[in-house]
């Protein structure tokens, strides 16, 4: 089975666009960065004006949005920082929407030429893979290890180029290569799957050794309801139905340069600190979690300082990477404040502290019913003002590392789109999608699916939207703003059911993980395989539109 599959260039587009304030007196350059790194815009700055780290301070504590192009100081950050020192006066400095699209980012488009070989029984025997894309003035058109991974093969052969134009840079863009890569493995798969005359979801089951993924298509399969799918183009009228399927894979990567501090003071509050900073995916409320349930707490006991440099460095926003990095050492270190109150407390009742324990804001005994004491009046204890203790992520339960962190296991998704075509209008709606996926132990259900309806909507928003349109004679974007660069509003958005699917590896004190990539990966490809079910006729490129639906039904007929 061979085929071309082309993805278009799709741009960062927050609410926020880039942009800093900086305020630059004798001691200290003061940074306020909508940012997905504090930590990085610090080191970058501080090199650019050869400064020691301890005289730049980064602080985001509020940011409107950042898919993966938010991790640098960029050129407007050395730009306003070299005004402020000039003036002696705080710059601030905002990408406007137009230099937001042509300059701060964009996910590379594809053109990616597949070649799968298979037994009449379905193994798998080989893929080939060649991609060309451009970043732009930049690199990383890359489509992913998608193709390499998703599904076992003995033979495996890619090639994957960047051509240099002059256009705007590639960036790092929720996911990066393998939204692209599974557009065309996905559509590879099912084309297969037909070859073999089995049913696409049948046919994963039979070569995707993921035992994750088996239980999301189980679960998925029938909360979807997969059973009424007809074969491709068998609907009757103008306007189709169609059911599709997508998969994805992304790894569990941590960064062990992830470090909190956890503090006790005397009047009983509980402060965490850290660098790493909260982009809206609700690190904040899972960190002040994680707390709570190891002090015996609750979740508004607690106070969360964070996204600041000069609190202990926290990793990046992206790689899905702040939960299973940051959440560990959070319990960690709340694990040994913990534990030296305990200490204060049993030399108090004459004990030992490892009989005690703190639960719904009392210090109780195992041993001894009767010993009670609050909290708050446990904190009264300390000589000093506060107990303070700083935790880093250490390797996982059985030294696993690698010297740059860690990379192991599949926080893997599947995804189910049900569209309807209109064969006359060549108008595609996504009537809904079901979402099934799995990060380890989820911390707070509520924000992981709001996360991954925020990735459906915007896999909606590229398969079916989003496209860069450049003046072949010029060079130029013709429709960088918010007008003409089309996303999906309020009633183009679908009904989305999401399934968690817990699975525990036992790795860390916490065993979560982030999932901010693997909601995304699917979706195009899950609505370009319902498309093709409903009319009949499979498109290779996105996105996917009015015309080239009409295009390839008059090719047919």
């Known amino acids: 089975m061979e085929r071309t599959y082309r993805t278009q260039v799709q741009t960062h587009m927050p609410l926020e666009t880039h942009g800093v304030v900086v305020d630059w007196n004798s001691d200290v350059m003061m940074i306020y960065a909508s940012t997905q790194n504090t930590n ?50 705080p710059v601030w400095l905002m990408m406007d929407r137009k230099e937001e699209h042509h300059s701060e980012g964009n996910r590379p488009n594809s053109i990616q030429y597949l070649k799968i070989g298979a037994k009449k029984d379905g193994t798998l025997t080989g893929i080939q893979q060649r991609s060309h894309g451009t970043a732009g003035v930049a690199l990383g058109a890359g489509v992913g290890r998608i193709a ?74 029938k909360l979807f309801d997969w059973s009424r799918r007809q074969p491709a183009g068998s609907d009757k009228g103008i306007v189709k139905k169609g059911l599709g399927i997508g998969q994805s894979t992304w790894p569990r990567f941590v960064t062990l340069d992830s470090s909190v501090e956890v503090k006790i003071h005397n009047d009983g509050g509980v402060e965490i600190r850290s660098g790493v900073q909260d982009i809206g995916t609700g690190t904040k409320t899972i960190l002040a979690q994680v ?190 703003n918010v007008d003409q660069y089309k996303v999906p509003f309020s009633m183009e958005i679908p009904e989305i059911e999401t399934i968690i699917v817990e699975e525990y590896s036992a790795l860390s004190s916490t065993d979560a993980y982030g999932i901010g990539e693997p909601a995304n990966i699917a979706t195009a490809a899950a609505i370009a395989n319902a498309v093709y079910n409903a009319i009949g006729v499979r498109l290779y490129e996105i996105p996917i539109t009015p015309s080239s639906i009409l295009k390839a039904l008059n090719k047919v007929s």
């Open 148 to 221: 390499q991974i998703l599904y076992p093969c003995p033979n495996f052969a890619t090639e994957q180029y960047d051509v240099l134009t002059n256009a705007g840079p590639g960036a790092a863009w929720r996911a990066p290569g393998n939204v692209q890569g599974a557009f065309g493995l996905e559509q590879a798969i099912d084309e297969l799957a037909e070859k073999l005359n089995v049913d696409p979801l049948s046919y994963r089951n039979q070569i995707d050794k993921s035992e994750v993924r088996k239980v999301e298509r189980q679960r998925g399969a």
């Open 40 to 89: 990085a815009v610090r080191n970058e700055m501080a090199s650019v004006f050869n400064l020691p780290k301890s005289k730049v301070r980064v602080v985001c504590d509020f940011m409107g949005g950042g898919f993966g192009a938010k991790h640098s100081a960029g050129s407007f950050g050395p730009m306003a920082a070299n005004l402020a020192k000039k003036s002696g006066r």
């Open 291 to 480: 707390v709570a349930e190891e002090l015996g707490l609750q979740v508004k006991d607690i106070t969360v300082n964070i996204g600041d440099t000069f609190f202990p460095v926290g990793p990046g926003s992206g790689g899905s990477v702040v939960t299973g990095s940051i959440t560990p050492p959070t319990r960690n270190a709340a694990f040994e404040a913990k534990n030296a109150l305990l200490k204060l407390v049993a030399k108090e009742w004459k004990t030992d502290s490892s009989e005690l324990f703190i639960e719904n804001g009392q210090v109780s005994s195992k041993k001894d019913a009767g010993l009670k004491m609050p909290f708050k009046e446990a904190t009264k204890l300390m000589q000093t003002s506060q107990i303070s203790k700083i935790a880093s992520r250490s390797d996982d339960y059985g030294g696993f590392q690698q010297p740059w962190g860690l990379a192991y296991g599949d926080l893997g998704s599947v995804q189910f789109a049900e569209v309807s075509v209109n064969t006359e209008t060549g108008f595609v709606k996504v009537d809904k999608i079901v979402a099934a996926h799995s990060c380890g132990r989820p911390l707070n259900i509520g924000q992981l699916e709001s996360q991954i309806n925020g990735g459906v909507i915007q896999g909606v928003s590229y398969a079916l939207y989003e496209n860069r349109v450049m003046d072949k004679g010029t060079g130029h974007m013709m429709n960088a």
